[in-house]
């Protein structure tokens, strides 16, 4: 069983900058694919970025140029550096690790933007 826990979210004005980050209990995540999603109120849960177990990352076109997703893999541990913040991107961020039939998320982290 792997356990993910996002840390770094909060409150932050318009322009400004976060940093996610999700820790995984077991070093078995290093060969799991990774993500990043987001789930507005009243919207439906969506992708935000992932990262395979070989570095090769996807963005959503709605972060491109704003979000970067990288892995430590000494750390178990998965970031979202999150620049330009818009208030759209308010939203509880969730990570996720997987492979084949395994999925395992966070329990989320909430993030606002707002003025």
């Known amino acids: 069983q792997v356990q993910l826990v996002e840390s770094g979210g909060g409150l932050v004005q318009p322009g400004g900058s976060l940093r996610l980050s999700c820790a995984a209990s077991?070093?078995?995540?290093?060969?799991?694919?990774r993500g990043w999603y987001r789930q507005a109120p009243g919207n439906q849960r969506e992708l935000v970025a992932r990262?395979?177990?070989?570095?090769?990352?996807n963005y959503a076109d709605s972060v491109k140029g704003r979000f970067t997703i990288s892995r430590d893999n000494a750390k178990n541990t998965l970031y979202l550096q999150m620049n330009s913040l818009k208030p759209e991107d308010t939203a509880v961020y969730y990570c996720?690790?997987?492979?084949?039939?395994?999925?395992?998320w966070g329990q989320g982290t909430q993030v606002t933007v707002s003025s």
């Open positions: 996720q690790a997987g492979r084949g039939t395994k999925d395992y």
């Open positions: 077991t070093s078995i995540v290093r060969l799991y694919d």
């Open positions: 990262i395979t177990s070989s570095g090769s990352t």
